[in-house]
Each structure stands twice: as structure tokens, then as C-alpha cells.
């Protein structure tokens, strides 16, 4: 209809355009409908490790513990060369490289156990692989290369050579398409041989080891495509991107590195190109591809972090729970104060379903299921919650949490890294996309049935509105029905996840209603709506990652363990109080916050009925000799073994 205003303008419309377009068909977006999924959990189930994956983990264990201390590595913000050398014997920059190119080839479920491993030892070292394994050149050539670049890149990359990926910029962040590096065509004789790239790229890991020395040999590289160099100012609806792979020993490369509050050892900095040529054969995809082939790459790349933060939360448990037990105040354990044990409890609750967002991630990414919302909720959930447990653990351990592990080890007391992991683990709600912008682009893609749809009416496009209807209307008596297609297929009765499924189809029902509801009302200004956005995405992220949960504890090798089913229910409860809140002077007393039951449950922790959900890791100072006490190295010991149901 003419004079009608685009509902994307911008930044947003160039994203609509970079957008993929590819119907989603993964449980998150089924919840904005109304639609519950279920069939995606029921449909997998918990994969063994692989040999191969037992085999690098039994070698990379040892390779942690003996040359890997890191508090050196934060004191002097250097991982050593005679580490790189040892886990490029091991195999570690090849690890989901496929076998036929010399790398490993690890599943993605295997790949998030030595994620998790990693997380739970030292951060910088965990960033370096998992920059260069799930977002430097290796994904992005397996996703987009051709067999040309396969076979003349992953070969020199599963030997041990480093990557990175270069996407933000001075002044382009979350708005990646305000990109100002541009790579220039260069023609001869009317064929396109080639780029010349020129820009400055910010905050690329792996890129420099110090000023002027770059760690990583090749890099990913988004920038615009033009052919004169102020097009670069164009507007960004006429922005076309490319992905480029670029060679750092190239003429015009240049490197410095950043120094940062937490992960000190991660070799992070700013990479300026100077007129870098880069042959047409190295560019990966197609011309204008660019951006979704960043977008891509992250999506699964995206999914290391929530298994490196599984890790750092296994160990905030086995910390808390050390100091729970040993420290005595007012004649007894303060883990038996239910103000500390309720935040032990949550730390394990949180475990266990973080657990479970791990591994039904990691399976259905192996699967080919669609992942591309479910990996930022991961992200999201695993970040926040890892926070906020380390929160806890600071006041679990009073002021030696806030004392170094210098301090605690010069006096003879158990170093443990409260302070280190909190600075550690903060950038973990800033990258691969904060945690605010994630949840929005959530809210964006949610949405996407009911913002093609809508565009419709909004213009008025007489023959897209019937085809539009029919949508509409299924989603308006889906959400309105008494009894959802979910509900008539329940849990077996007498089921522990009977209520809970009533619970998902009731919420799911309910977020559709509300999402109908806030589209007809606000149209072109719901994309402004970003708190009410917000409050969509969380109570999607919510049911998300409680059904995620419900899936896991009804696996034979989970069930039966010790508290899981008390663990399932506390989260779980927490998850429906989001939903329907106590009022803060009721005296009704939600199930959750009962100080009888997290009494009872916390001294049950604190007796090692859960010690499961620490298993997969490298408990701290379990090989510091500060360490005393035979009962506690035999713990130490148990944990340290690998689970392959852990």
C-alpha cells in the first residue's frame, strides 16, 4: 500500500535481510503458539562418550593437572608455549575437525564434556580452545566451505595451527551491521581475482599473542563488500557482507593485545587491516553471505559456552559443599542454616538442569535438530545462573571469598578461587552476544510466524491476509482450549512429571494468548517493546529449560540416582513460582522455600547424596598440597574420575 512505513528500517532491516529464513521448528519457538514440542525429548535419548572422546579426556586430564595451575596463568597472564605444545600432541585444535582431515572428530555431545572438563579448570585455557574449535575456522569452513577449502585448511588446523573470528568492531557491537571494514573488489581482465581488506577489528580472541605477534595463522573475517571505498557509508539496506578467511602473516596485518579484569591469560585484542589482499578463493559462501554465515557459527559455536559455564558451576557446588560442611557457626555446620543450605540447594537444582540443557543441546545439535534459539537460551540461562551461584559462594565463604588464593595459600588455608572465578566468569553475559541482545533477537525469531503474518494486515495486502487467517485462528483456539493436543497424551498416571506437564501445556497456552494479544495491540511499536519482549523470552526460557530437566531425570542412567527427583522438583517449583508468585505476606509457604524441607535436603548435600552431579571435573585444590585430611583426597579422587553419565 503506498505510503506505507516498512516495519524494519536500518540496522533492523538489514538484519530482516540477513535473517534465516528457514521455518523454525525447535521447542522454544513452538511455545510462542502454544505448540509443546514434546517430541523432541522423547525422541533422544543420552548418548555414552565416544572411545575416541574417553581416550582425549583420559589425556588431557593429566595435561591439566601437571602443567595447568591457574592462578599462574591469571597472576601472569601467559598460557606457556610448553602447554600449546602438549595439547597440540594431543589433539585438542582438531577436536570436532573430521577424522579425514587429521582431527578427531568429536561429536558436539562429546565436545561439551571436554568443554565442561575445561570450564572447570582454568578459563583462559577453555577460551582458547573453545575459540578457535566452535568459532574460529574450523566451524565456519565446515558450514560454508567448500571441499577445495576443506581439504587446504582443516588439515593445518587439527596439526595445531590457532584461529580466531573477527566480527566486532570500534563502533559496531551488538549492531554487527554497522560494519566498517570493507574489502575492496580487485578485477584483471574483468574477472574478480581477489579483496583488499582494510579495518580495525576489536576484542578477537586468539589473534594476538602480544603486540605485534599474532598466536592465531588464520582468522575469519567479516567485512563489506564494495567497489570504491566510501560506498562503506551506504545505507544499511544496501550493505552487502562477505566472510573471508584471512592469513595473518599477509601484508597489512597488524595486532596489539587487550588486558582484562578476568581471564587474564586470554590473548584477546585489536586486529587492524592495512589494504590486506585476500584471493577470491578464500572467501567463504557466496558474495552478501557474510553476516549469516557469522550468524551461523555462532549458533553452535554459542553451545561451548553453556557446557564451559557447567563446568565452573560443578565446581561452585563442590566448593560450597566443602565449606558448608567445615565451617561451624552458632554450634552447628552453616550449611545446616537454611539461609546457607537453601543456597546450596539452588546451586544443585541449577546444576542438575543446566546439566540437562548440556546434554539435550549437544544431542540434538548432533541430530541436525534445529538449535538456533535454543543455543542463545542455553547461553543465557547458563551465564545468569553461573553468576549468581558464584554470588552465593562469595557469601558462603564470607571474606575468604573475597581474599585471593595467594592470601588463603601464604596462611595455610584451602586456596579456594571464589574471587578469580567471579571476575572469571562475568564477560560470560557480554559474548557471543549479551545476554540482553540475545534475548531480544529471541523475542525477534519467537515471533517470526506472527511478524510475517501481521506484515500482511500492516500493509494491507489483500491475498497474503487469507493466507494469513488460518494461522491466526489456530493459534487463537489452540491457545483458548481447554485441553491442547500435549495434554491429552500425559505422563503416565501417578507420573512425578504428570503435574509439570500439565504445568508446560497450561504456561505454553497461556505465553501464545499473551503474544496474540500484545501483536494485534502494539504492531509497529512491539519491536520497541523490549521489556515486554523480555518478559516473553523468559517465561519461554523458563518452561524450556524445565522440560529440558523433566527429559534428563527420566533417563535410566539419572532417575535412580540419590535427590534427583527432590532436586527436580525444587527447580521446578522455583520455575512455577515465577509464573504464579506468593505474595510476600502470604502465609501460604511455596514448596520451594520451605525452611523444614531445604533443611532436611541440604543436610542430605551436604552428606554427599549428590556428589554425582560433581563428577566430569577437576575438584580445586584437589592436587594443591594445602590439602589435608585422607577423607578428603579420596573424595578428590572419586570425583576426578571421568563420567560418562555425568
Not at 592465531?216 to 557509508?233: K, N, T, Y
Not at 491442547?484 to 494468548?513: H, I, M
Request: hydrophobic share 40%.
Amino acid at each position: 500500500m503506498a505510503g506505507t512505513t516498512p516495519l524494519f528500517q536500518g540496522s533492523l532491516a538489514v538484519a530482516e535481510a540477513s535473517r534465516d529464513t528457514k521455518r523454525y521448528a525447535g521447542f522454544l519457538s513452538g511455545l510462542f503458539e502454544g505448540i509443546v514440542r514434546r517430541h523432541l525429548f522423547d525422541s533422544y535419548s543420552i548418548p555414552p562418550l565416544s572411545e575416541t572422546g574417553t581416550a582425549f579426556l583420559e589425556r588431557l586430564r593429566p595435561l591439566l593437572i601437571e602443567k595447568v595451575d591457574p592462578d599462574t596463568v591469571d597472576r601472569e597472564g601467559e598460557i606457556g608455549e610448553d602447554i600449546l605444545t602438549a595439547l597440540k600432541q594431543i589433539g585438542a585444535f582438531g577436536l570436532k575437525i573430521p577424522k579425514t582431515y587429521g582431527g578427531l572428530g568429536l561429536s558436539q555431545s562429546d565436545y561439551h564434556r571436554v568443554a565442561t572438563l575445561l570450564g572447570s579448570h582454568d578459563a583462559a585455557l577453555t577460551v582458547l580452545l573453545s575459540a578457535h574449535n566452535s568459532i574460529g575456522v574450523p566451524e565456519p569452513v565446515k558450514l560454508a566451505g567448500d571441499q577445495e577449502q576443506q581439504q587446504r585448511w582443516l588439515p593445518r588446523l587439527a596439526n595445531g595451527e590457532i584461529s580466531g573470528f573477527a566480527l566486532t568492531e570500534p563502533d559496531a557491537g551488538c549492531d554487527i551491521w554497522d560494519l566498517k571494514t570493507y574489502a575492496l573488489r580487485v578485477w584483471d581482465g574483468g574477472e574478480l581475482v581477489g579483496y583488499r581488506l582494510t579495518g580495525e577489528k576489536m576484542y578477537t580472541t586468539n589473534a594476538p599473542r602480544r603486540d605485534g605477534e599474532f598466536l592465531a595463522s588464520l582468522l575469519v573475517v567479516i567485512a563489506q563488500i564494495v567497489d570504491e571505498p566510501h560506498e562503506v557509508a551506504r545505507p544499511k539496506e544496501q550493505r552487502r557482507f562477505g566472510a573471508f578467511v584471512v592469513e595473518t602473516h599477509a601484508p597489512g596485518c597488524r595486532c596489539s593485545r587487550f588486558r582484562f579484569m578476568g581471564v587474564r591469560g586470554i590473548y584477546n585484542g585489536r586486529v587492524q587491516l592495512r589494504d590486506v589482499f585476500v584471493p577470491v578463493a578464500d572467501r567463504l559462501g557466496q558474495e552478501g553471505e557474510g553476516l549469516r554465515r557469522a550468524l551461523e557459527t555462532l549458533t553452535v559455536g554459542r553451545l561451548t559456552l553453556p557446557a564451559a559455564c557447567l563446568g565452573s558451576l560443578k565446581q561452585c557446588l563442590w566448593l560450597a559443599r566443602r565449606r558448608a560442611q567445615q565451617r561451624i557457626q552458632y554450634d552447628r555446620s552453616i550449611g545446616e542454616h537454611t539461609d546457607i543450605g537453601s543456597k546450596l540447594v539452588r546451586m544443585a537444582s541449577r546444576t542438575l538442569a543446566l546439566e540437562a540443557l548440556v546434554a539435550i543441546t549437544g544431542v540434538w545439535a548432533d541430530a541436525k535438530v534445529d538449535v538456533r534459539l535454543e543455543s542463545a537460551a542455553a547461553k543465557i540461562l547458563a551465564s545468569e545462573w553461573l553468576l549468581e551461584s558464584l554470588i552465593d559462594l562469595l557469601r558462603i565463604y564470607g571474606g575468604r571469598g573475597f581474599e585471593t588464593t595467594d592470601s588463603l595459600r601464604l596462611r595455610g588455608e584451602m586456596p579456594a578461587p571464589v574471587e578469580r572465578m567471579i571476575r572469571d566468569s562475568l564477560i560470560n553475559v557480554i559474548w557471543e552476544g549479551t545476554n540482553g541482545i540475545l534475548t531480544l533477537w529471541i523475542g525477534r525469531e519467537g515471533l517470526a510466524e506472527y511478524v510475517a503474518k501481521g506484515n500482511a494486515f500492516l500493509e494491507f495486502r489483500i491475498k497474503e491476509i487469507a493466507q494469513a487467517l488460518p494461522f491466526f485462528a489456530r493459534v487463537a483456539a489452540r491457545s483458548l482450549r481447554a485441553a491442547s493436543a500435549y495434554e491429552r497424551k500425559p505422563a503416565a498416571p501417578g507420573s512425578p512429571a504428570t503435574d509439570w506437564d500439565r504445568f508446560v501445556a497450561r504456561e505454553s497456552r497461556e505465553l501464545a494468548r499473551t503474544t496474540l494479544w500484545v501483536t494485534a495491540r502494539h504492531r509497529h511499536g512491539l519491536i520497541r517493546k523490549q521489556r515486554l519482549l523480555t518478559r516473553l523470552v523468559t517465561a519461554g526460557m523458563q518452561l524450556f529449560a524445565g522440560e529440558a530437566l523433566a527429559w534428563y531425570a527420566s533417563q535410566p542412567d539419572v532417575r535412580d540416582r540419590p535427590l534427583c527427583r527432590a532436586l527436580v522438583a525444587d527447580f521446578q517449583g522455583r520455575v512455577e513460582e515465577l509464573f504464579d508468585p506468593t505474595p510476600l505476606l502470604s502465609l501460604r509457604t511455596p514448596r520451594w522455600d520451605d525452611d523444614t524441607r531445604l533443611f532436611h535436603l541440604a543436610k542430605e548435600i551436604l552428606a554427599g547424596q549428590a556428589d554425582w552431579l560433581e563428577a566430569g571435573i577437576i575438584p580445586s585444590g584437589s592436587v594443591d598440597q594445602t590439602l589435608a585430611g585422607t577423607s578428603c583426597d579420596a573424595e578428590a579422587e572419586h570425583l576426578m574420575g571421568v563420567s560418562s553419565k555425568g
